[in-house]
């Protein structure tokens, strides 16, 4: 490699490294000025001109949004929805995921056709039928009717095909020459050898459950039955609405997903990329 060479692959790295670090800069500044405006108090949040940082550090907002808010509520009706939404969502997509890939049975082929033209539809074209089902059940603003229509998720079901898909024969075949019934074979061989892979895809199922916000804003007219993302709409006093106590009830809702990112960064990183590549 010449001199000049290396000049020009050094050049190229250092604009591709400024480029990202812009892009990473515009990214984080919403975040960060949310969490600034957070701490301001509310004459300096709605001033015609920019300040990056507080003259006065208040946490006024914060005592408000937890003592003057049902955000405890809030936070337990998005973690059982989460949580529920979460394991059903795994459960069920491991079972079709397991016989789309190991069973042998009539329409399979057409079934997987069209688990995979679902990826077409947008979920928000559902958005009327599911009111529609879920009013006739008798299930708004309830746990259940916040749950049932998150459980649609064909990538999950999706990433579980192909791990099966990958795992050799061999242990199936010994396992059924063993006398053992799918179950067992899916318990006590397929699901020991993916737990990292269901770790992932639990972690990320959560996120998506724990951010929605259209279904729940829908599903959900009373004030003690909102998850945290709707519920932050709700947040305002006598007056009106306080710009600084919603980016503090907004910071809140979000801390538990933020936390739930840094510690199972690895793993959040691997079930999206698993994700990118079915939809890919």
Not at 46 to 60: D, N
Not at 117 to 122: C, E, G, R
Not at 166 to 195: C, H, S, T
């Amino acid at each position: 490699m010449t001199a000049s060479s290396a000049r020009q692959i050094n050049l190229v790295g250092g604009i591709i490294t400024l480029l990202t670090l812009i892009i990473a800069v515009l990214w984080a500044f919403p975040i960060y000025w949310g969490i600034v405006s957070s701490l301001k108090p509310e004459n300096e949040v709605v001033r015609p001109y920019i300040e990056l940082w507080p003259e006065t550090l208040t946490f006024e907002h914060y005592i408000f949004a937890l003592t003057e808010t049902q955000i405890g509520r809030w936070y337990i009706n998005s973690i059982a929805t989460a949580v529920g939404a979460t394991i059903l969502t795994i459960s069920t997509s491991m079972l079709v995921g397991y016989a789309l890939s190991q069973l042998r049975f009539p329409l399979r082929r057409p079934l997987y056709w069209l688990i995979l033209a679902s990826f077409m539809v947008p979920t928000q074209t559902l958005i009327i039928n599911h009111f529609v089902l879920v009013a006739n059940m008798g299930l708004l603003n309830t746990w259940a009717g916040i749950i049932l229509p998150q459980l649609i998720n064909p990538v999950v079901i999706i990433v579980y095909k192909q791990f099966f898909d990958q795992v050799p024969r061999d242990f199936r075949e010994a396992a059924v020459m063993d006398n053992a019934g799918e179950f067992r074979i899916l318990f006590k061989v397929y699901m020991p050898m993916n737990w990292g892979v269901t770790t992932a895809l639990a972690i990320v199922t959560f996120i998506w459950s724990w951010n929605s916000f259209l279904w729940p804003f829908l599903a959900v007219t009373k004030t003690e039955m909102m998850t945290i993302t709707v519920g932050i709409t709700q947040v305002s006093d006598a007056f009106g609405v306080y710009y600084a106590s919603q980016l503090a009830a907004a910071v809140l809702a979000g801390l538990p997903v933020a936390l739930a990112y840094l510690l199972f960064q690895r793993r959040v990183t691997q079930a999206i990329t698993l994700s990118a590549g079915i939809k890919g």
